[in-house]
């Protein structure tokens, strides 16, 4: 039997073995594949893989979509790079932790069930209610934990989504909070080699997977925003070929390009997070509005009964707008480009 329809019991592929399982878990198999590298099926979405050879430096990196189950373009590009695994077009030469986050979410072609996953790591799991997500959070974090556990050399978490508007900025990338931390040269190298121009700095501690990673597992962690939402088939992959040829790379582990005279991301940063105040809070951005769509100062951005929020003395621009959020929660970003 074919390995892919050994280890995803007689589906073509880990997609395919995923949407059928939905929120039931599967049992644990390994399989050795031809150069003594070992996959390892955790359970439903949740792979992971050990080359035969390695040393204490050897980098090891964690990729997951499908955090949000509508997501699909990441979710069919890891796809793409399990499936190239599995048939030994792609020789993996570091541990890999791959992760298909939300399995019933991306049944129901929805972006969660109960609760927004990405709203649930950092142990922010344990103030919730039990639900699917808050089990998959800590089912997560843990696979995260032990795979970090067994890997001391350098660490990379790459949480891959797409976003629900259209953006003047397709590609762009998110680096968690981390007080003193500095994105390194070598990351902005990877993300000007994937084809993601733009990156935005967190301004504080936050509750998504890739928070989760970079504060707890000393990994260079980024949120990869690749373009637009859309169903399953709808995708225009070579959109995001650059990120597959990079990834492709890191899991060879061959040497990056020389990138002499390309151009580094522009750098973003937070200038004011809004948030969801209650019954009386009133969003005066469009619902179509695209990410990055800039305003000049003086625009009145949200109110409520006791504040607003206006656009100061630089035009800032928005950044994820959603209203639809539960209390407490973000509605979107004002962002400014960062000078110097
Ligand atoms: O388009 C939107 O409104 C949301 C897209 C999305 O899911 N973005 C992530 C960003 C995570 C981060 O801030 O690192 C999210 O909201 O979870
Ligand atoms: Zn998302």
């Given at each position: 039997?074919?390995?892919?329809?050994?280890?995803?019991?007689?589906?073509?592929?880990?997609?395919?073995?995923?949407?059928?399982?939905?929120?039931?878990?599967?049992?644990?198999?390994?399989?050795?594949?031809?150069?003594?590298?070992?996959?390892?099926?955790?359970?439903?979405?949740?792979?992971?893989?050990?080359?035969?050879?390695?040393?204490?430096?050897?980098?090891?990196?964690?990729?997951?979509?499908?955090?949000?189950?509508?997501e699909t373009a990441p979710i069919e590009l890891?796809?793409?790079?399990?499936?190239?695994?599995?048939?030994?077009?792609?020789?993996?030469?570091?541990?890999?932790?791959?992760?298909?986050?939300?399995?019933?979410?991306?049944?129901?072609?929805?972006?969660?069930?109960?609760?927004?996953?990405?709203?649930?790591?950092?142990?922010?799991?344990?103030?919730?209610?039990?639900?699917?997500?808050?089990?998959?959070?800590?089912?997560?974090?843990?696979?995260?934990?032990?795979?970090?556990?067994?890997?001391?050399?350098?660490?990379?978490?790459?949480?891959?989504?797409t976003?629900?508007?259209?953006?003047?900025?397709?590609?762009?990338?998110?680096?968690?909070?981390?007080?003193?931390?500095?994105?390194?040269?070598?990351?902005?190298?990877?993300?000007?080699?994937?084809?993601?121009?733009?990156?935005?700095?967190?301004?504080?501690?936050?509750?998504?997977?890739?928070?989760?990673?970079?504060?707890?597992?000393?990994?260079?962690?980024?949120?990869?925003?690749l373009g637009?939402v859309h169903?399953?088939?709808?995708n225009?992959l070579?959109r995001i070929?650059?990120?597959?040829?990079?990834?492709?790379?890191?899991?060879?582990?061959?040497?990056?390009?020389?990138?002499?005279?390309?151009?580094?991301?522009?750098?973003?940063?937070?200038?004011?997070?809004?948030?969801?105040?209650?019954?009386?809070?009133?969003?005066?951005?469009?619902?179509?509005?695209?990410?990055?769509?800039?305003?000049?100062?003086?625009?009145?951005?949200?109110?409520?009964?006791?504040?607003?929020?206006?656009?100061?003395?630089?035009?800032?621009?928005?950044?994820?707008?959603?209203?639809?959020?539960?209390?407490?929660?973000?509605?979107?970003?004002?962002?400014?480009?960062?000078?110097?």
């Amino acid at each position: 039997m074919p390995l892919a329809q050994a280890l995803f019991d007689g589906h073509d592929s880990w997609l395919d073995h995923t949407l059928a399982l939905g929120e039931q878990p599967c049992g644990d198999m390994s399989v050795t594949m031809t150069d003594g590298g070992q996959l390892h099926r955790q359970d439903t979405g949740l792979l992971c893989y050990h080359p035969a050879y390695g040393s204490p430096e050897t980098p090891a990196l964690i990729l997951s979509a499908g955090i949000h189950g509508n997501e699909t373009a990441p979710i069919e590009l890891l796809n793409a790079l399990v499936d190239s695994i599995v048939t030994g077009r792609i020789r993996p030469a570091i541990p890999l932790l791959l992760i298909l986050g939300n399995p019933p979410a991306m049944v129901a072609a929805e972006r969660f069930m109960d609760h927004n996953l990405n709203r649930l790591f950092c142990g922010a799991w344990q103030d919730y209610p039990d639900c699917h997500e808050t089990r998959r959070a800590a089912q997560l974090e843990g696979a995260c934990r032990s795979f970090r556990e067994q890997h001391k050399g350098p660490f990379r978490h790459y949480d891959l989504h797409t976003a629900i508007r259209p953006s003047r900025r397709e590609k762009f990338a998110l680096y968690p909070f981390l007080e003193g931390r500095q994105v390194p040269e070598t990351e902005l190298a990877f993300l000007t080699e994937a084809g993601i121009g733009t990156l935005l700095l967190q301004h504080g501690h936050g509750t998504t997977f890739s928070s989760f990673s970079s504060e707890q597992l000393d990994a260079e962690s980024f949120t990869l925003e690749l373009g637009k939402v859309h169903p399953f088939g709808h995708n225009d992959l070579s959109r995001i070929a650059d990120l597959e040829a990079a990834l492709t790379r890191l899991i060879r582990n061959e040497p990056a390009p020389v990138t002499t005279g390309t151009q580094p991301p522009d750098i973003f940063v937070v200038v004011h997070e809004i948030l969801n105040t209650g019954d009386h809070f009133r969003f005066h951005i469009p619902d179509e509005e695209a990410n990055f769509t800039e305003y000049p100062p003086g625009t009145l951005i949200w109110e409520d009964d006791i504040t607003e929020y206006r656009v100061g003395p630089e035009p800032e621009a928005i950044i994820f707008p959603n209203p639809r959020v539960p209390v407490g929660h973000r509605v979107g970003l004002m962002v400014r480009r960062r000078s110097g």
